[in-house]
């Protein structure tokens, strides 16, 4: 089946500090979903990638899907406390009886210090 | 317009009985997942339905496991004769055909003592 590998596991970072997180997988992705899940919470969908290449932003966030597609990071500007949380990569099933079905990576734990 | 509700949001059950997780979805929505997150993982998908249809339950255990849609009321996840190792969070999540990146509720949290 398809593996996702997230790096890295957990972030300790200063307010202010920017972030960066990447998913590489072994195969081809169609779709690269990106979701915060804050403590107690399901996860929130923040930024979808459909096309290698693609550059997507979402205020301090920045997401980009790998011309290769099997990758894709996300990056986070002038991180704030109430980025804290765990970030996911996912990607999407896109067709036959398992559509829509999500595989995430392992995520990525981040702290914020003010 | 309510999201995706779950409930119970925390649910403890003794070795060897059942819990019944309930799912409904946003409204608009056919199409409903569940997913099950263990401490420290991310979740792994475990069934897809559709009202009246299970569409994919590739990720269910074979055993002790089950899940439905009715074409009323909520979505249900049944585990029966529950262990330890089914202590996690299980959460639900729904879509319309054309959405991308589907909503998820908030998790029902299952405690096995």
């Known amino acids: 089946g398809q593996q996702l590998n997230q790096s890295p596991q957990s972030m300790f970072i200063q307010e202010g500090e920017d972030v960066s997180m990447n998913c590489t997988s072994s195969s081809i992705f169609n779709t690269w979903l990106w979701y915060k899940q804050d403590p107690g919470e399901g996860p929130v969908l923040l930024i979808a990638?459909?096309?290698?290449?693609e550059l997507t932003s979402n205020g301090r966030l920045t997401a980009q899907f790998g011309i290769t597609r099997k990758d894709s990071f996300l990056n986070i500007s002038a991180s704030i406390p109430s980025d804290v949380g765990i970030y996911f990569c996912a990607e999407q099933n896109a067709g036959g009886t398992s559509y829509g079905k999500l595989t995430f990576g392992q995520g990525t734990i981040l702290t914020v210090h003010p | 317009n309510a999201g995706v509700m779950q409930n119970p949001r925390h649910l403890v059950r003794r070795r060897g009985q059942e819990a019944r997780l309930r799912c409904s979805p946003m409204?608009?929505?056919?199409?409903v997942y569940w997913y099950r997150q263990l401490p420290e993982e991310g979740l792994k998908f475990m069934v897809y339905?559709?009202?009246?249809?299970?569409?994919?339950e590739s990720g269910m255990p074979k055993e002790r496991f089950s899940a439905e849609f009715p074409k009323e009321g909520p979505s249900i996840l049944r585990i029966q004769q529950v262990v330890r190792g089914d202590s996690a969070a299980y959460f639900c999540?729904?879509?319309?055909?054309?959405?991308?990146?589907?909503?998820f509720g908030s998790g029902t949290r299952l405690t096995v003592v």
């Open positions: 409204k608009g929505h056919s199409h």
């Open positions: 990638l459909y096309k290698a290449g």
């Open positions: 999540a729904s879509s319309s055909l054309s959405q991308d990146g589907y909503t």
């Open positions: 339905l559709q009202k009246e249809n299970i569409i994919d």
